[in-house]
Nanobody, 126 residues
Framework: QVQLVESGGGLVQAGGSLRLSCAASGRTFSILRMGWFRQAAGKEREFVATIMWMGGSTSYGDSVKGPFTISRDNAKNTLYLQMNSLKPEDTAVYYC???????????????????WGQGTQVTVSS
């Protein structure tokens, strides 16, 4: 089992920045990949970014390329999402996710992962 807890969400003005964190605990040695997703009210869940836990290779959703950066600290078992130049349309609940089962996945689908956090709200005011 892996437990994931997000933090760092809040209210920010357009153009501002936030850094989200996702602390992993439990069987963290089994983590292969982690990712971020978001879901705005009334909209479908959207892929944000993913990172391979050991190699560090990354991939981003088209809507966040450039302003958002995913990173991780293996020693702290923590995943990060640095969000710059935030826009009102970035308002959503942000979720982190972890893949632990060995299988070939792109990491862009919610179903690619095995564990998910409960989410943290990000609100960007105009």
């Amino acid at each position: 089992q892996v437990q994931l807890v997000e933090s760092g969400g809040g209210l920010v003005q357009a153009g501002g920045s936030l850094r989200l964190s996702c602390a992993a605990s439990g069987r963290t040695f089994s983590i292969l990949r982690m990712g971020w997703f978001r879901q705005a009210a009334g909209k479908e869940r959207e892929f944000v970014a993913t990172i391979m836990w050991m190699g560090g290779s990354t991939s981003y959703g088209d809507s966040v390329k450039g302003p958002f950066t995913i990173s991780r600290d293996n020693a702290k078992n923590t995943l990060y999402l640095q969000m710059n130049s935030l826009k009102p349309e970035d308002t959503a609940v942000y979720y982190c996710a972890a893949q632990t089962k060995i299988r070939i996945r792109s990491g862009v689908r919610w179903e690619d992962y095995d564990y998910w956090g409960q989410g943290t709200q990000v609100t960007v005011s105009s």
